[in-house]
C-alpha cells in the first residue's frame, strides 16, 4: 500500500472549475494505475476515471465524461483530476485511489484498488 494526499477540494458555483490533486511519496508510483473514486452525502462510493501507470489509458464514468480529464506527473508522484462545468450533482468527497500493476491499464471497481486518500469535499452551489 501507498500513502495518498488529496488537495484542491473546495466551494464552487455550478458551471466553475476545480482541480484535485492526488500525491504520494511512494518511489513506485509510476507503476500504479491511479484513479479517482467520489462519494455524495446518503449515496455509495462510484467510480469517477482511472489512468494507467503509463498515462496513455484513461477511462472515465459517463456522467463525467468531456468535463473531467484525468491526468499523471510521474515525475512529480501526483496524478491531477480537473473537473469543468461542475454541477451541483458532483458535490461529493473525492477519493484518491492507486493499485501496482505490471500492466497498463485502467480499473474502475473499489476492489481493483488497494491504496486509498483520506478524500477532499468538493462542494458545488447551484
Known amino acids: 500500500q501507498v500513502q495518498l494526499v488529496e488537495s484542491g477540494g473546495g466551494l464552487v458555483q455550478a458551471g466553475g472549475s476545480l482541480r484535485l490533486s492526488c500525491t504520494t511519496s511512494?518511489?513506485?508510483?509510476?507503476?500504479?494505475?491511479m484513479g479517482w473514486f467520489r462519494q455524495a452525502p446518503g449515496k455509495e462510493r462510484e467510480f469517477v476515471t482511472s489512468?494507467?501507470?503509463?498515462?496513455?489509458?484513461?477511462r472515465y464514468a459517463d456522467s463525467v465524461k468531456g468535463r473531467f480529464t484525468i491526468s499523471r506527473d510521474n515525475a512529480k508522484n501526483t496524478v491531477y483530476l480537473q473537473m469543468n462545468s461542475l454541477k451541483s450533482e458532483d458535490t461529493a468527497v473525492y477519493y484518491c485511489?492507486?493499485?501496482?500493476?505490471?500492466?497498463?491499464?485502467?480499473?474502475?471497481?473499489?476492489?481493483?484498488?488497494?491504496?486509498w486518500g483520506q478524500g477532499t469535499q468538493v462542494t458545488v452551489s447551484s
Open positions: 511512494a518511489r513506485t508510483f509510476s507503476s500504479h494505475t
Open positions: 485511489a492507486a493499485q501496482r500493476t505490471s500492466y497498463s491499464i485502467t480499473y474502475y471497481t473499489e476492489g481493483d484498488f488497494g491504496s
Open positions: 489512468i494507467s501507470w503509463s498515462g496513455d489509458r484513461t
